[in-house]
Protein backbone atom coordinates (compact mmCIF):
# COMPACT_ATOMS: atom_id res chain seq x y z
CA UNK A 1 0.00 0.00 0.00
CA UNK A 2 1.47 3.36 -1.28
CA UNK A 3 2.25 5.69 1.61
CA UNK A 4 1.07 9.20 1.33
CA UNK A 5 3.01 10.79 4.36
CA UNK A 6 6.13 9.88 2.58
CA UNK A 7 8.50 13.08 2.37
CA UNK A 8 8.49 12.19 -1.61
CA UNK A 9 4.91 12.58 -1.83
CA UNK A 10 4.83 15.63 0.00
CA UNK A 11 7.34 17.43 -1.88
CA UNK A 12 5.76 16.24 -5.25
CA UNK A 13 2.17 17.57 -4.16
CA UNK A 14 3.58 20.85 -2.25
CA UNK A 15 5.64 21.54 -5.96
CA UNK A 16 2.67 21.32 -7.65
CA UNK A 17 0.73 23.85 -5.91
CA UNK A 18 3.29 26.28 -5.61
CA UNK A 19 3.46 25.96 -9.19
CA UNK A 20 -0.35 26.19 -9.93
CA UNK A 21 -0.42 29.30 -7.67
CA UNK A 22 2.48 31.37 -8.85
CA UNK A 23 0.99 30.40 -12.66
CA UNK A 24 -2.54 31.95 -11.02
CA UNK A 25 -0.64 35.02 -9.47
CA UNK A 26 1.27 36.21 -12.61
CA UNK A 27 -1.26 38.96 -14.26
CA UNK A 28 -1.96 38.96 -18.10
CA UNK A 29 -1.48 42.10 -19.21
CA UNK A 30 -3.87 43.51 -22.15
CA UNK A 31 -3.20 46.36 -24.04
CA UNK A 32 -5.89 48.03 -26.08
CA UNK A 33 -7.81 51.40 -27.35
CA UNK A 34 -10.95 52.38 -26.36
CA UNK A 35 -12.59 55.00 -29.19
CA UNK A 36 -15.26 56.85 -28.37
CA UNK A 37 -17.42 59.17 -30.21
CA UNK A 38 -19.56 61.34 -28.35
CA UNK A 39 -20.83 63.53 -30.52
CA UNK A 40 -22.65 63.89 -34.11
CA UNK A 41 -24.12 61.58 -36.51
CA UNK A 42 -23.74 57.93 -35.60
CA UNK A 43 -22.48 58.57 -31.99
CA UNK A 44 -20.56 55.71 -29.53
CA UNK A 45 -22.01 57.02 -26.59
CA UNK A 46 -25.06 59.48 -25.32
CA UNK A 47 -25.74 61.79 -22.50
CA UNK A 48 -29.36 59.99 -21.37
CA UNK A 49 -30.07 62.18 -18.07
CA UNK A 50 -29.02 65.33 -16.91
CA UNK A 51 -30.20 67.72 -13.88
CA UNK A 52 -30.22 70.78 -16.00
CA UNK A 53 -27.98 72.64 -13.45
CA UNK A 54 -26.02 76.16 -14.90
CA UNK A 55 -22.45 75.40 -15.21
CA UNK A 56 -22.40 71.58 -14.25
CA UNK A 57 -22.37 68.46 -15.36
CA UNK A 58 -22.97 66.83 -11.85
CA UNK A 59 -25.74 64.27 -12.22
CA UNK A 60 -25.26 63.53 -15.95
CA UNK A 61 -25.51 59.98 -17.13
CA UNK A 62 -23.64 58.67 -20.38
CA UNK A 63 -24.32 55.30 -21.82
CA UNK A 64 -21.88 54.07 -24.32
CA UNK A 65 -21.24 50.78 -26.55
CA UNK A 66 -18.06 51.95 -27.39
CA UNK A 67 -15.31 50.11 -29.82
CA UNK A 68 -12.35 48.58 -28.66
CA UNK A 69 -9.79 48.38 -30.94
CA UNK A 70 -6.11 46.90 -31.77
CA UNK A 71 -4.49 50.58 -31.96
CA UNK A 72 -4.98 54.40 -31.48
CA UNK A 73 -6.42 54.81 -35.16
CA UNK A 74 -9.68 55.08 -36.00
CA UNK A 75 -9.32 52.19 -38.74
CA UNK A 76 -7.35 49.74 -36.78
CA UNK A 77 -8.29 46.19 -36.20
CA UNK A 78 -11.84 46.08 -34.17
CA UNK A 79 -11.17 43.39 -30.99
CA UNK A 80 -14.32 44.02 -28.80
CA UNK A 81 -16.36 46.83 -27.37
CA UNK A 82 -16.95 48.46 -24.50
CA UNK A 83 -20.73 48.79 -23.00
CA UNK A 84 -21.39 50.69 -19.52
CA UNK A 85 -22.64 53.93 -18.37
CA UNK A 86 -20.93 56.56 -16.32
CA UNK A 87 -22.36 58.84 -14.03
CA UNK A 88 -21.06 62.47 -13.46
CA UNK A 89 -20.83 61.74 -9.06
CA UNK A 90 -18.41 65.08 -7.54
CA UNK A 91 -19.17 68.62 -7.16
CA UNK A 92 -15.49 69.47 -7.18
CA UNK A 93 -14.38 67.78 -10.52
CA UNK A 94 -15.63 66.67 -13.64
CA UNK A 95 -15.11 63.06 -12.36
CA UNK A 96 -17.78 60.04 -13.43
CA UNK A 97 -18.21 56.61 -11.71
CA UNK A 98 -18.26 54.31 -14.76
CA UNK A 99 -19.14 50.69 -14.69
CA UNK A 100 -17.97 49.00 -17.67
CA UNK A 101 -18.05 45.44 -19.57
CA UNK A 102 -15.14 45.05 -21.68
CA UNK A 103 -16.53 42.32 -24.27
CA UNK A 104 -13.68 40.80 -26.62
CA UNK A 105 -14.61 39.40 -30.06
CA UNK A 106 -11.13 38.12 -31.24
CA UNK A 107 -8.30 35.64 -30.39
CA UNK A 108 -8.13 33.46 -27.21
CA UNK A 109 -10.48 36.02 -25.38
CA UNK A 110 -13.18 35.99 -28.15
CA UNK A 111 -16.66 35.64 -26.24
CA UNK A 112 -14.60 36.65 -22.90
CA UNK A 113 -15.57 39.70 -20.46
CA UNK A 114 -13.94 41.49 -17.71
CA UNK A 115 -16.59 43.75 -15.83
CA UNK A 116 -14.67 47.16 -14.48
CA UNK A 117 -16.06 49.86 -12.33
CA UNK A 118 -14.29 52.85 -10.28
CA UNK A 119 -13.70 56.55 -11.16
CA UNK A 120 -12.32 58.55 -14.51
CA UNK A 121 -11.17 61.60 -13.90
CA UNK A 122 -11.79 65.41 -15.79
CA UNK A 123 -8.48 64.44 -17.47
CA UNK A 124 -9.81 61.08 -18.74
CA UNK A 125 -7.02 59.15 -16.76
CA UNK A 126 -8.35 56.25 -14.41
CA UNK A 127 -6.94 53.25 -12.36
CA UNK A 128 -10.38 51.21 -11.98
CA UNK A 129 -10.86 47.81 -10.78
CA UNK A 130 -11.51 44.70 -12.53
CA UNK A 131 -14.62 42.88 -10.24
CA UNK A 132 -14.94 39.92 -12.44
CA UNK A 133 -15.27 38.54 -15.89
CA UNK A 134 -16.95 35.57 -17.85
CA UNK A 135 -15.83 32.91 -20.00
CA UNK A 136 -12.04 32.48 -19.93
CA UNK A 137 -12.24 35.98 -17.08
CA UNK A 138 -14.53 34.01 -14.67
CA UNK A 139 -12.91 34.34 -11.45
CA UNK A 140 -11.29 37.39 -12.44
CA UNK A 141 -9.64 40.19 -10.42
CA UNK A 142 -7.30 42.95 -11.15
CA UNK A 143 -6.58 46.58 -12.25
CA UNK A 144 -7.25 48.20 -15.72
CA UNK A 145 -4.96 52.14 -16.53
CA UNK A 146 -6.41 54.39 -18.35
CA UNK A 147 -5.28 57.32 -20.35
CA UNK A 148 -6.47 59.91 -23.16
CA UNK A 149 -3.86 59.39 -26.18
CA UNK A 150 -5.98 61.75 -28.37
CA UNK A 151 -9.24 64.02 -28.56
CA UNK A 152 -10.78 65.83 -30.77
CA UNK A 153 -14.25 68.28 -30.30
CA UNK A 154 -16.54 64.87 -31.18
CA UNK A 155 -14.31 61.56 -29.83
CA UNK A 156 -11.49 60.79 -28.05
CA UNK A 157 -9.05 57.67 -27.46
CA UNK A 158 -8.07 55.94 -24.45
CA UNK A 159 -5.07 53.57 -24.20
CA UNK A 160 -6.54 50.86 -21.89
CA UNK A 161 -3.78 48.62 -20.11
CA UNK A 162 -5.41 45.55 -18.41
CA UNK A 163 -3.79 43.67 -15.21
CA UNK A 164 -5.96 40.50 -14.88
CA UNK A 165 -5.85 37.77 -12.50
CA UNK A 166 -8.37 34.63 -13.59
C1 LIG B 1 -22.93 56.91 -40.00
O1 LIG B 1 -23.23 55.56 -40.33
C2 LIG B 1 -23.74 55.37 -41.63
C3 LIG B 1 -24.13 53.92 -41.76
O2 LIG B 1 -23.08 53.08 -41.40
C4 LIG B 1 -22.69 55.82 -42.65
O3 LIG B 1 -23.21 55.68 -43.94
C5 LIG B 1 -22.34 57.28 -42.39
O4 LIG B 1 -21.28 57.67 -43.26
C6 LIG B 1 -21.89 57.46 -40.94
N1 LIG B 1 -21.65 58.87 -40.68
C7 LIG B 1 -20.55 59.33 -40.10
C8 LIG B 1 -20.46 60.81 -39.91
O5 LIG B 1 -19.64 58.58 -39.73
C1 LIG C 1 -21.78 80.19 -15.50
O1 LIG C 1 -20.53 80.49 -16.11
C2 LIG C 1 -20.54 81.74 -16.79
C3 LIG C 1 -19.22 81.87 -17.54
O2 LIG C 1 -18.15 81.39 -16.77
C4 LIG C 1 -20.76 82.87 -15.77
O3 LIG C 1 -20.81 84.11 -16.44
C5 LIG C 1 -22.09 82.63 -15.05
O4 LIG C 1 -22.27 83.56 -14.04
C6 LIG C 1 -22.13 81.22 -14.45
N1 LIG C 1 -23.45 80.95 -13.91
C7 LIG C 1 -23.64 80.43 -12.70
C8 LIG C 1 -25.08 80.23 -12.29
O5 LIG C 1 -22.72 80.12 -11.94
C1 LIG D 1 -15.80 34.79 -32.10
O1 LIG D 1 -16.79 33.94 -31.58
C2 LIG D 1 -18.02 33.99 -32.30
C3 LIG D 1 -19.04 33.17 -31.55
O2 LIG D 1 -18.52 31.91 -31.21
C4 LIG D 1 -17.79 33.52 -33.72
O3 LIG D 1 -18.99 33.61 -34.46
C5 LIG D 1 -16.74 34.42 -34.36
O4 LIG D 1 -16.44 33.93 -35.65
C6 LIG D 1 -15.47 34.44 -33.53
N1 LIG D 1 -14.57 35.42 -34.11
C7 LIG D 1 -13.27 35.20 -34.26
C8 LIG D 1 -12.49 36.29 -34.87
O5 LIG D 1 -12.74 34.14 -33.94
C1 LIG E 1 -6.69 61.95 -33.53
O1 LIG E 1 -7.98 61.55 -33.97
C2 LIG E 1 -8.43 62.22 -35.14
C3 LIG E 1 -9.87 61.77 -35.39
O2 LIG E 1 -9.96 60.39 -35.53
C4 LIG E 1 -7.50 61.89 -36.30
O3 LIG E 1 -7.90 62.60 -37.44
C5 LIG E 1 -6.07 62.29 -35.92
O4 LIG E 1 -5.20 61.87 -36.93
C6 LIG E 1 -5.68 61.63 -34.60
N1 LIG E 1 -4.36 62.13 -34.19
C7 LIG E 1 -3.38 61.31 -33.84
C8 LIG E 1 -2.12 61.95 -33.39
O5 LIG E 1 -3.49 60.09 -33.90
Given at each position: MANFTRPSFLLFFLSTFIIQLSANHAPIHLRFYFHE???????????????????STFGNIVVFDNPLRA??????KLIGRAQGTAVRSSFSEESALAAITLLFSEG???GSSISLIGLVDGSGSADRTVVGGS????MAKGYVLTKIVNSTAVSLVAQYDAYILS
Amino acid sequence: MANFTRPSFLLFFLSTFIIQLSANHAPIHLRFYFHEKYRGENATSNVVATLNRPNSTFGNIVVFDNPLRAGPESNSKLIGRAQGTAVRSSFSEESALAAITLLFSEGEFNGSSISLIGLVDGSGSADRTVVGGSGRFRMAKGYVLTKIVNSTAVSLVAQYDAYILS
